[in-house]
Structures are given as C-alpha cells and as structure tokens.
C-alpha cells in the first residue's frame, strides 16, 4: 500500500495562473478531505467528500475547486492563484468521517 | 464551539526527560474523537492515537501514554524518556459526526529534545 500520495511535493505559481494539486490514495478510503497549514492557523479543512461523486466545501473553500469521479483521486484545483493562498496543502483520508485520517506527505505552494 | 487548545507553543527538555503536551478540547457534542498527530521536520503528519469520547480509558503504547479526562477536557499527551528523535510539532484534534469528518486541530506545540 502506499497510503496517501500528493503530487506535486513543491509548487511556485505566478499571481493569476491555476494548478492542480493531485491527491490518491489506494486504501479503497470513502472520506477525502484538503487541509492547508498555515503558521500560526494550524491546518484548516477546505474541501471534502463523503464518495465518489458527492463533495462538499469545508472552512476555507474560497479560491479551490474539487471534483471526485473515482474514490481513489481527489485532486484540489486552484482557479486564479493569489499570494494569500501560498501554504502547505495535505489531503487526507478515511474509511469514514469519524475513522482515523491518514495525510498525505503535503505540497508547499508558493504564489509570487 | 469546537475548540482545542494545546497552550504551550513550544517545550523544551533534555533527553532521558519525561515530558507532558496539554490538550484542552471543548464541544457540545455527546460523541466525538481525538486524535494527536506528530509532525517531524521533515513534515508530514503521522497518526499517534484516535480516542472515543465514551472510553475514558488510559493508553500506554512504548514510551507513549495519553491521559483523557472527561471532567476537564483534556487528553493530555506524555512521552517517557524522550529522545531526540521525539522533536517534531504534535497536534491534537477533535472530530465528530455532527462535523462532517473535519478535524479541529490545536496550533501545535514543538518539541524539541536536546541531547
């Protein structure tokens, strides 16, 4: 198993341009969720879902985009990146909503 | 309000120390879980513990053991003999059904064990 895997692990984006940070996991998890950590702010929920086909947004979900069409990806799409959004991403996943949530290694994300 | 507060930001101990990080959690709801995460400097977050809110029991795992307190909302972390590899941030969160699957972390707190 290799659990929860990110790509890209290092990122810098131009004010403006999008991206996609890609998120898999191949444990056969129904809950995936995108977290940013900021310092100081601890990690903060932006997007989950519960399955495949159904997402919902989280605390921070201004400026990101997720779809799920397989339970094995969830990639979180940046519309218009802006510095504010520079941070650590990690994606996380579980069996369920109250099960134990497994992280990803994390993609740092700079915007200029 | 979900809240948790881990009120010391960073410690600092000498190896071979015993060493206590405080997590104080508050919510309304009657079920719920914590968890602590540590995160190394090389950043990811690794799983320590998951607790439900009915199970007051104590954990002991190697040098590791968690102490939750219903009473005062606490699920106190305490490390045993620390070494230097023990240095990382350790976050403490809670989760609940009524929250959809978000965790609610505390700001962490560093430890840093020196030889």
């Known amino acids: 198993n290799a659990g929860v895997t990110q790509t890209p692990k290092f990122q810098v984006l131009k004010t403006g341009q999008s991206m996609t940070l890609q998120c898999a996991q191949d444990m056969n998890h129904e809950y995936m969720s995108w977290y940013r950590q900021d310092p100081g702010m601890g990690l903060r929920l932006i997007h989950y879902?519960?399955?495949?086909?159904?997402?919902d947004q989280g605390e921070v979900p201004n400026g990101y985009n997720v779809s799920r069409s397989t339970t094995e990806d969830f990639p979180l799409r940046l519309l218009s990146a802006a510095p504010s959004q520079t941070s650590v991403y990690f994606c996380?996943?579980?069996?369920?909503?109250?099960?134990?949530?497994?992280f990803g290694p994390g993609t740092r994300l700079t915007v200029l | 309000a979900q809240k948790v507060t881990q009120a010391q930001t960073e410690i600092s101990v000498v190896e071979k120390e015993d060493v206590t990080l405080d997590c104080v959690y508050e919510t309304r709801d009657t079920t719920y879980y914590l968890f602590w995460y540590k995160q190394p400097p090389s950043g990811e977050l690794v799983f320590l513990i998951r607790?439900?809110?009915?199970?007051?029991q104590n954990e002991i795992s190697g040098r590791y053991s968690w102490n939750f307190q219903k009473s005062t909302s606490s699920f106190n972390f305490t490390i045993t003999a620390s070494q230097v590899v023990d240095s990382a941030v350790y976050f403490c969160a809670l989760g609940g059904y009524n929250q959809g699957g978000k965790l609610i972390f505390g700001q962490g707190t560093e430890l840093s064990v020196k030889p």
């Open positions: 879902s519960v399955g495949a086909g159904i997402t």
């Open positions: 607790r439900n809110s009915f199970d007051e």
């Open positions: 996380a996943s579980s069996y369920g909503i109250t099960d134990t949530q497994y």
